[in-house]
Nanobody, 125 residues
Framework: QEDLVESGGGLVQAGGSLRLSCAVSPRTFIMHAMGWFRQVPGKEREFAAA????????HYADSVKGRFTISRDNAKRMVFLQRDSRNPEDTGGYYCAGTGRRGLPSAQLKSYEYWGRGTQVTVAS
């Protein structure tokens, strides 16, 4: 069983909305900061958004600021990424990440020790 499981990917129209979900396994201990990263073929995985354990400190990459919203529901052990955008460059694999270490949400891949397998988002141009 995976520690993190993403869902909600698929084909979306350029001006459409999309909500990605990440479920934290019941067997996984507490997740503090959690984040979303995305990757396109031939490029490195890049930071999109992250959020503190309490949900009151979001952190966004400049490329998605104003277009993506990250949120979490600790009672349901879920993290979400809402996209409201017309940008077809949002196409890619989206990966959920989490850390059991206390701290502020980070844009660094090395800050997270838990990863999901990803969900593909394809934005039609």
């Amino acid at each position: 069983q995976e520690d993190l499981v993403e869902s909600g990917g698929g084909l979306v129209q350029a001006g459409g909305s999309l909500r990605l979900s990440c479920a934290v396994s019941p067997r996984t201990f507490i997740m503090h900061a959690m984040g979303w990263f995305r990757q396109v073929p031939g490029k490195e995985r890049e930071f999109a958004a992250a959020i503190s354990y309490t949900g009151d400190i979001p952190h966004y990459a400049d490329s998605v600021k104003g277009r993506f919203t990250i949120s979490r529901d600790n009672a349901k052990r879920m993290v979400f990424l809402q996209r409201d955008s017309r940008n077809p460059e949002d196409t890619g694999g989206y990966y959920c990440a989490g850390t059991g270490r206390r701290g502020l949400p980070s844009a660094q891949l090395k800050s997270y020790e838990y990863w999901g397998r990803g969900t593909q988002v394809t934005v039609a141009s």
